[in-house]
């Protein structure tokens, strides 16, 4: 259990002053959360566990659903609760446009969004102590940008690396191009430096990360730039790319997944509905039967390809009939999992003013229904490798079982004295155990 902190009046200095840091949402502000961790790191801060009692917490917050905001406010009250000394950075998506609200929450001392929040440690080291919140959301500017410093994960074997940030798409439902800005890229060969610097650092797979991955462009260099360039890393074993939207997946990309080479056989695109009219009034920029063609290609090019996507359930105006497209499409379609989101009214996005809500209960009811089938594909997908010999990248260990992921995102675990942590090893898989493929090696 946290102790309750010193109540000693707290330095800003970063002689003896703890900090700990908890990431909410995507794995960008995963990628983000490192970087930051380590400039503090790198000025003399001592960094403790999120479950330490620390002088500062900063949390990077989510503001794509209503639960991303209401995970920060459960926070910062068990926050308060357990560690009441601690002063509290809310930093990130929704500090960016919830400023008011954020500053009225106890022990918040600082409201940083995303236009700053990677300069946190020279704010928190600028400014004279104060009972009052400091509030810094200024606007995002539209350039691209470069990253300092590294950030080395010291929780996770593999590293998340940020190639891009903003999105210009602004679908009805999502208010990020508010929160993150508009489309900018990284310095490319930022990203290599970073890289190298990762590897070094004993990371074996890199996840490329961003706000709209595919939109990458810098210097007449686009996606698939990037991961021809980080293929020569010498150390680096496997490239993988989050979350993409369909309609930016170059086809080269496709061909070299195909192929053998360090870009793992994998694509999480975000589907959002396979109604044709919810996917217009969501402002989608395809038609179910264009997702389907492109899913279909992949599949077929690409060897044991996983491939994941996003739902939205309970879009304004969703009827049973639109809902059992989604579901009967996804049955049909090469999907192997699902990620399952209940819509959120969000008051910057245009759909708040749409009719015809869908009752909380629907919602849940249709939910729930999509996690089934999601579990359904998933250990049908993990049934198709039982058999086969594929190599694992171990990541942690619990109960003597060590788990790590094949290239294409089966997790695997095998019964091992010796330690596997970030070790790469050829495993055979031999059955489906619930969420998990037992292995042997």
Same mark, same amino acid.
């Given at each position: 259990?946290?102790?309750?902190?010193?109540?000693?009046?707290?330095?800003?200095?970063?002689?003896?002053?703890?900090?700990?840091?908890?990431?909410?949402?995507?794995?960008?502000?995963?990628?983000?959360?490192?970087?930051?961790?380590?400039?503090?790191?790198?000025?003399?801060?001592? =960094?403790?566990?999120?479950?330490?009692?620390?002088? *500062?917490?900063? *949390?990077?917050?989510?503001?794509?659903?209503?639960?991303?905001?209401?995970?920060?406010?459960?926070?910062?009250?068990?926050?308060?609760?357990?560690?009441?000394?601690?002063?509290?950075?809310?930093?990130?998506?929704?500090?960016?446009?919830?400023?008011?609200?954020?500053?009225?929450?106890?022990?918040?001392?600082?409201?940083?969004?995303?236009?700053?929040?990677?300069?946190?440690?020279?704010?928190?080291?600028?400014?004279?102590?104060?009972?009052? $919140?400091?509030?810094?959301?200024?606007?995002?500017?539209?350039?691209?940008?470069? =990253? $300092?410093?590294?950030?080395?994960?010291?929780?996770?074997?593999?590293?998340?690396?940020?190639?891009?940030?903003?999105?210009?798409?602004?679908?009805?439902?999502?208010?990020? $191009?508010?929160?993150?800005?508009?489309?900018?890229?990284?310095?490319?060969?930022?990203?290599?430096?970073?890289?190298?610097?990762?590897?070094?650092?004993?990371?074996?797979?890199?996840?490329?990360?961003? *706000?709209?991955?595919?939109?990458?462009? @810098?210097?007449?260099?686009?996606?698939?730039?990037?991961?021809?360039?980080?293929?020569?890393?010498?150390?680096?074993?496997?490239?993988?790319?989050?979350?993409?939207?369909?309609?930016?997946?170059?086809?080269?990309?496709?061909?070299?997944?195909?192929?053998?080479?360090?870009?793992?056989?994998?694509?999480?695109?975000?589907?959002?509905?396979?109604?044709?009219?919810?996917?217009?009034?969501?402002?989608?920029?395809?038609?179910?039967?264009?997702?389907?063609?492109?899913?279909?290609?992949?599949?077929?090019?690409? $060897?044991?390809?996983?491939?994941?996507?996003?739902? *939205?359930?309970?879009?304004?105006?969703?009827?049973?009939?639109?809902?059992?497209?989604?579901?009967?499409?996804?049955?049909?379609?090469?999907?192997?999992?699902?990620?399952?989101?209940?819509?959120?009214?969000?008051?910057?996005?245009?759909?708040?003013?749409?009719?015809?809500?869908?009752?909380?209960?629907?919602?849940?009811?249709?939910?729930?229904?999509?996690?089934?089938?999601?579990?359904?594909?998933?250990?049908?997908?993990?049934?198709?490798?039982?058999?086969?010999?594929?190599?694992?990248?171990?990541? @942690?260990?619990?109960?003597?079982?060590?788990?790590?992921?094949?290239?294409?995102?089966?997790?695997?675990?095998?019964?091992?004295?010796?330690?596997?942590?970030?070790?790469?090893?050829?495993?055979?898989?031999?059955?489906?155990?619930?969420?998990?493929?037992?292995?042997?090696?």
């Amino acid at each position: 259990m946290i102790q309750p902190a010193a109540k000693n009046p707290l330095p800003l200095s970063p002689k003896n002053t703890t900090i700990s840091f908890y990431t909410l949402g995507c794995r960008l502000n995963q990628s983000e959360t490192a970087v930051i961790q380590n400039s503090f790191q790198l000025e003399g801060y001592d =960094i403790v566990n999120f479950e330490q009692p620390a002088d *500062i917490v900063v *949390i990077n917050t989510c503001t794509v659903t209503e639960h991303g905001d209401a995970d920060t406010r459960r926070l910062v009250y068990k926050i308060n609760r357990l560690n009441p000394q601690a002063r509290i950075a809310l930093i990130g998506c929704q500090a960016q446009i919830q400023k008011e609200k954020l500053t009225q929450l106890p022990n918040v001392r600082w409201v940083v969004g995303n236009a700053q929040k990677m300069d946190l440690v020279a704010i928190l080291k600028s400014l004279k102590d104060s009972d009052r $919140p400091r509030v810094i959301t200024p606007a995002i500017p539209r350039k691209n940008f470069t =990253i $300092p410093v590294a950030g080395i994960d010291r929780y996770h074997t593999r590293a998340n690396l940020k190639i891009q940030d903003g999105c210009d798409f602004f679908c009805s439902f999502c208010e990020i $191009p508010y929160a993150r800005g508009r489309a900018r890229s990284r310095v490319f060969a930022d990203i290599l430096l970073e890289a190298k610097t990762l590897v070094a650092a004993g990371h074996k797979e890199i996840i490329l990360t961003g *706000i709209n991955l595919g939109t990458y462009r @810098e210097a007449g260099k686009n996606i698939l730039d990037v991961v021809n360039g980080l293929e020569q890393i010498s150390g680096l074993e496997r490239i993988r790319i989050s979350s993409i939207e369909p309609t930016t997946i170059p086809l080269a990309l496709i061909q070299k997944m195909a192929r053998p080479s360090k870009l793992c056989r994998y694509l999480h695109i975000p589907l959002q509905s396979a109604s044709n009219q919810i996917l217009l009034k969501m402002g989608r920029k395809y038609s179910a039967e264009e997702f389907q063609q492109f899913i279909q290609n992949v599949f077929q090019k690409v $060897p044991e390809v996983c491939i994941g996507t996003d739902t *939205i359930v309970g879009f304004p105006g969703e009827t049973d009939e639109h809902f059992r497209e989604t579901y009967d499409r996804l049955c049909e379609w090469p999907i192997h999992y699902i990620h399952v989101f209940s819509y959120s009214k969000r008051l910057l996005a245009k759909s708040k003013d749409f009719t015809n809500e869908v009752s909380p209960t629907v919602i849940q009811k249709r939910s729930q229904v999509l996690r089934e089938l999601s579990l359904r594909k998933r250990r049908m997908f993990y049934g198709q490798g039982v058999g086969t010999e594929q190599t694992v990248l171990f990541e @942690e260990e619990k109960n003597g079982y060590w788990t790590g992921w094949t290239d294409n995102y089966i997790r695997v675990k095998v019964l091992s004295p010796d330690n596997l942590a970030n070790r790469s090893l050829i495993v055979r898989l031999i059955s489906v155990e619930d969420k998990d493929v037992l292995g042997s090696y």
